[in-house]
């Protein structure tokens, strides 16, 4: 019970982190168009993500059931997959860099869960009725910044031809007001995906407790932590969605930087164009139960938008930096979430 507790901190640590880590997803482009000031948009993409992440829980299953046999899990291998990846994003956050929290969590688990296994890989599902990492994480990994990079340059040459005639004043006023609401569904897109993956990995260490039986001499008021059947307790949603709604509202400014100003200069059409081009890949994302990473997506759609603008507008020295660390993020959580894992084994911890 005790080193549930642990784990469930540990959870609600990276949700948090997780808001902070990622509210540049939601606010970048309104923040660096001035359409809103940071803190209005940061309220409002704290409500958002709020209201996202009561909506469906498609995406916790897959992340917390879908990747790993869960047979072979125990609480040390989830402690080490949250601690893995609250260690890459605080890395990446103190460089600025828009790396993806959803494959930072899944790389850790991924490689706790081979530790657990004395280095078995078969307990990694790959492929298994349409379902595993390879059809719902390494390809949507693969394919969706690429979509978002197409899609957003299509958008913007599709509205730039609709507006090509009017005066910029006229421009920057209407899009002004469809930015923030762009802003908002992108708010909320986050959360349905983002929020949900720490629903997931909690729920996992339930379902561990549960059917390891850690809980069994727990007293009666307890039982809301009995998880027979790998199903989403309401409590769970309910402390996600506030604890990510609490982190983004901490904002994360040195990524909200690096997004909304130093990648490419944005005006409100503009970040109209990003943020919409990313709500829908997301929000379609999510309805699936596939996990993409918000950060990917949103970064590729201003890369898309800002190459329509002017190819040059786009800093791509800094583009590479960021994609390299999207390339390190599931080999070096991996490998973090086995080392991890083997020290907590050493130590006795959750067997």
């Known amino acids: ?170 421009v920057n006023l209407v899009f002004g007001r469809l930015q923030i609401a762009s802003a908002a569904w992108m708010g909320m897109s986050h959360g349905t995906n983002d929020a949900q993956k720490t629903m997931g990995i909690i729920t996992l260490a339930l379902y561990t407790g549960t059917t390891q039986g850690a809980f069994n001499d727990l007293p009666a008021g307890f039982g809301f932590l009995h998880v027979p059947q790998f199903e989403i307790p309401g409590w769970v949603v309910c402390v996600c969605a506030v604890v990510m709604a609490a982190g983004t509202a901490a904002g994360g400014w040195r990524i909200i930087a690096t997004m909304g100003h130093k990648m490419v200069r944005l005006q409100p059409v503009h970040g109209f164009a990003a943020e919409t081009t990313a709500g829908v890949i997301i929000s379609t994302a999510s309805h699936f139960g596939i996990p993409l990473s918000t950060t990917h997506v949103i970064s590729t759609s201003i890369m898309g938008v800002g190459a329509m603008k002017r190819f040059s507008a786009v800093k791509w020295g800094l583009v590479r930096r960021i994609v390299w660390a999207w390339v390190f993020t599931l080999p070096v959580t991996g490998l973090l979430g086995y080392a991890i894992e083997r020290l907590l084994m050493a130590g006795g911890v959750g067997r």
Not at 91 to 103: A, D, L, N, R
Not at 124 to 150: C, D, T, Y
């Open 1 to 170: 019970m005790l080193l549930f507790l642990i784990v469930l901190l540990a959870a609600l640590a990276f949700e948090y982190i997780n808001g902070f880590h990622d509210a540049a997803n939601a606010i970048a482009t309104v923040v660096s168009t001035k359409v809103l000031t940071p803190r209005q948009a940061i309220a409002l993409a704290a409500f958002f993500n709020l209201l996202g992440a009561f909506m469906g829980t498609a995406v916790a299953k897959t992340i917390g059931a879908g990747q790993v046999d869960m047979n072979a899990v125990t609480m040390g291998t989830v402690l080490a997959a949250l601690l893995s990846a609250i260690i890459w994003n605080l890395i990446t956050w103190w460089f600025g860099i828009p790396s993806s929290s959803s494959h930072a969590l899944i790389g850790g688990l991924c490689g706790a869960a081979v530790a657990t296994s004395h280095d078995q890989l078969s307990v990694l599902i790959w492929e298994k009725g349409g379902k595993g990492l390879w059809p719902q994480i390494i390809i949507p990994m693969l394919a969706s910044p690429v979509i978002g990079l197409v899609a957003g340059f299509l958008l913007m040459g599709l509205i730039t031809m609709l507006v090509v005639k009017l005066r910029p004043r006229i």
